[in-house]
C-alpha cells in the first residue's frame, strides 16, 4: 500500500471580473480597514451578496469541477505598504485568491514550502514561487501553505479569497 501525503497541487484559471464587481467590492473592503490591510474576512460571506451574483455563480462553477465548496470568503484591499504577514489558512483543505484589481506595482503573492520555516533547505530545490497579481487570475491552493502578501507599491491591489472544503 502506498499513498501520497501533503501533495501541492495548486490550480490557476482566469476569469472575467466585471469593473462593477471591482467597484462595488473596493467600497465594501475600503469599510473593514484593519492594521496592515483592509479585510472583511471577520464579516459574513462576501458571497453571499446578490450583488456579486454573477461572479459567485462563475467561482462555484470552477469550484464544483474540483469537487470543493465555499466554507467563507472575503474581500480584501491593500494600500501603499500594505501587507499580509506569513500565514496558512485553518479549517478548511483549499483555499483562493482572485486578484479583482491590481497594477504593475501590486505587491505578489508568494507561497512558501509546507516545511517553511522548518525545512532542511539544501534539500528542497524550490523554497517559494511568486505570483504576479493579474486582474480575473485566480489561484486554488492546498490550505497548508505558508504564504505572504509583500509590501504593497500601489493604492489598487484587491482580492477576493475563500476557504474551501470537499463537498463529499
Ligand atoms: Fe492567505
Not at 9 to 24: G, L, R, T
Not at 114 to 122: G, I, N, Q
Request: aromatic share 14%.
Amino acid at each position: 500500500m502506498k499513498f501520497l501525503i501533503f501533495p501541492n497541487y495548486v490550480y490557476k484559471y482566469n476569469i472575467k471580473v466585471s469593473q462593477q464587481d471591482q467597484n462595488f467590492l473596493r467600497i465594501i473592503a475600503k469599510n473593514y480597514k484593519q492594521e496592515y490591510h483592509y479585510t472583511t474576512f471577520y464579516k459574513d460571506n462576501i458571497l453571499l451578496l446578490p450583488q456579486i451574483n454573477d461572479l459567485k455563480k462563475t467561482l462555484e462553477n470552477i469550484f464544483d469541477k474540483l469537487n470543493l465548496k465555499v466554507l467563507h470568503a472575503w474581500v480584501q484591499g491593500y494600500g501603499e505598504d500594505n501587507f499580509h504577514d506569513c500565514h496558512t489558512h485553518a479549517e478548511c483543505m483549499y483555499s483562493c485568491v482572485l486578484y479583482l484589481d491590481c497594477s504593475d506595482k501590486s505587491s505578489k503573492t508568494v507561497f512558501y514550502h509546507p516545511t517553511h520555516p522548518h525545512s532542511v533547505m539544501y534539500h528542497v530545490k524550490k523554497t517559494n514561487i511568486q505570483i504576479k497579481p493579474k486582474i480575473g487570475k485566480l489561484v486554488i491552493f492546498p490550505s497548508y501553505l505558508p504564504h505572504v502578501v509583500l509590501p504593497n507599491k500601489d493604492k489598487k491591489r484587491l482580492v477576493l479569497s475563500a476557504n474551501l472544503i470537499q463537498k463529499s
